[in-house]
């Protein structure tokens, strides 16, 4: 479960006066539940989703999880933001922030499967690059036959779908996606969100 409990965060303008307040008083969230949150922009969404990677800083509130990988209550308000890794996964609406064009695809696995202390050394690179093959294969994309090429060469949908793979790789407790179709056309747009959803659902993710 993830429980939101009286989160604020304010912005001001030149002047000092208030110019945006994201006010959040109670928000329970289900185990194994998914939750669309929808608006216009500059209504908080993506300020939501900055709070949760600790990107901003609340000015009050607390977002509790309660995780199955410790077996307690953790408000992840109070962690590290690099620390988040272990509970969270992010897949950013603009692949840009996460993929770098000269860097393979088997390499940006191996960053995602990294985030959470698990450092390349210290797992055969073989036994890992026969995993990224099978998390790959699944999205039917014929990705996990193209594990050497830049990413630079791959279109939109793959971008989004090498994202999702590098978000989820060490399955997070909680799954974050920001208007992941928001640059990708209609026909690729439905395919991602169906892959990715039927993906979530299996893993159950929340």
């Known amino acids: ?31 194994n539940e998914i939750v669309y949150f929808l608006g216009p922009n500059g209504s908080g969404k993506s300020t939501l989703l900055a709070l949760f990677q600790g990107l901003i800083a609340p000015d009050a509130g607390s977002i509790l999880i309660q995780s ?16 988040r890794a272990a509970y969270l996964g992010v897949v950013p609406q603009d692949t840009d922030d996460a993929l770098i064009n000269e860097m393979s695809i088997i390499d940006h696995l191996l960053i995602g499967h990294s985030r959470i202390g698990k450092l390349p050394w210290l797992f055969p690179r073989t036994h890992f690059r026969s995993n990224a093959k099978k998390l790959i294969k699944q999205f039917g994309m014929g990705l996990d036959n193209r594990l050497d090429e830049s990413v630079g060469n791959l279109s939109g949908g793959e971008r989004q779908i090498l994202t999702f793979c590098m978000a989820t790789s060490n399955q997070p407790e909680i799954l974050l996606l920001d208007e992941i179709t928001a640059s990708l056309d209609p026909e690729m747009a439905k395919y991602s969100v169906d892959v990715i959803m039927n993906n979530i659902k299996s893993n159950q993710l929340r």
């Open 1 to 31: 479960m993830i429980t939101i409990i009286n989160l604020k965060k304010c912005f001001v303008k030149d002047g000092g006066k208030e110019n945006f307040e994201l006010h959040i008083p109670e928000l329970k969230i289900q185990d």
């Open 68 to 83: 199955k990988k410790d077996h307690q209550k953790i408000d992840v308000l109070t962690i590290e933001p690099y620390k």
